[in-house]
Structures are given as structure tokens and as C-alpha cells.
Nanobody, 119 residues
Framework: QVQLIESGGGLVQAGGSLRLSCAASGRTLSSNGMGWFRQAPGKEREFVAAIDWSAGNTNYADSVKGRFTISRDNAERTVYLQMNSMKPEDTAVYYC????????????WGQGTQVTVSS
């Protein structure tokens, strides 16, 4: 099992920035990919970004490209999501996720952290 603990959510004005963190513990070697999903009220959960531990390859949803950056700290087994130029439509609960690869990260889930962007 892999445990994921998120932190860093909160309230920010449009145009501002936030950084989310996700610390992984447990059998982390079984999860080469980690990343983020988000779910806004009344909407389905959607993919945001992913990264693989080995090469650091990244993948982003079109809606966040150029504004969000995902990175990792292998030693701390922590993944970060730097969110810049935030928009009200970025408001959602953000979930950290992990899985076997960068294209399959939905095996393990964190508890979620609320991000609210005010206009």
C-alpha cells in the first residue's frame, strides 16, 4: 500500500499562486507515477498533471499547461504542484494520486485538499 498526504490548499485571488505538496509513504517503489486530479462541485474528477519518479517526465491537462508545474523530490518522495496565474475555474478539491506509471496514476489516492480561487 501507498499512503499519500496532501498539503498546501487554501484561498487565493485570481492571478495568484499556490503550491500543493503530496508526500508518499509505504510501498512507494511500486508507484513510478504520481500526480494530481481535481474535482469541482457538480463536475467529474479530472486529470491535472503527472510525473514519473525515474526520468521526471511530465504530463499536463491542456487547461493548466503553461500555468501549473509539477515537480518531484525523490529523496523526500514528495511531489509538488506549483499553480500560477490561477483562475476561478481552478477552484476544486485537488487529489494526489499514484500508480504504476505516468499514464496510470489512479491506483492510490490522497484525501484531497480544497483550493479556492476568488474573482
Amino acid at each position: 500500500q501507498v499512503q499519500l498526504i496532501e498539503s498546501g490548499g487554501g484561498l487565493v485571488q485570481a492571478g495568484g499562486s499556490l503550491r500543493l505538496s503530496c508526500a508518499a509513504s509505504g510501498r512507494t517503489l511500486s508507484s513510478n507515477g504520481m500526480g494530481w486530479f481535481r474535482q469541482a462541485p457538480g463536475k467529474e474528477r479530472e486529470f491535472v498533471a503527472a510525473i514519473d519518479w525515474s526520468a521526471g517526465n511530465t504530463n499536463y491537462a491542456d487547461s493548466v499547461k503553461g500555468r501549473f508545474t509539477i515537480s518531484r523530490d525523490n529523496a523526500e518522495r514528495t511531489v509538488y504542484l506549483q499553480m500560477n496565474s490561477m483562475k476561478p475555474e481552478d477552484t476544486a478539491v485537488y487529489y494526489c494520486a499514484a500508480g504504476n506509471s505516468i499514464v496510470s496514476i489512479s491506483r492510490y489516492w490522497g484525501q484531497g485538499t480544497q483550493v479556492t480561487v476568488s474573482s
